[in-house]
């Protein structure tokens, strides 16, 4: 992997969540992410066994990609 690949990170979020994100300038938090007190994130390799985990069946969901270092 690249340092490029290795300082991203990804959220996966409802589409309506994020657009109120979008609406209000700032992501507050998803409901687990509130629940745990921080922000779940996932490495790329960790993406697929997240969205089976907690979003099988959604639909309308975002793939977020941030770069942790910007």
Known sequence: MTQNQT???YK???MDLWHEAEKQGRF???????QDGYIHFSTFAQSAETSALHFTGQTDLYFIEVDTQQ
């Open 7 to 9: 300082s991203k990170i």
């Open 12 to 14: 996966i979020c409802p």
């Open 28 to 34: 507050g938090a998803a409901g687990i992410d509130l």
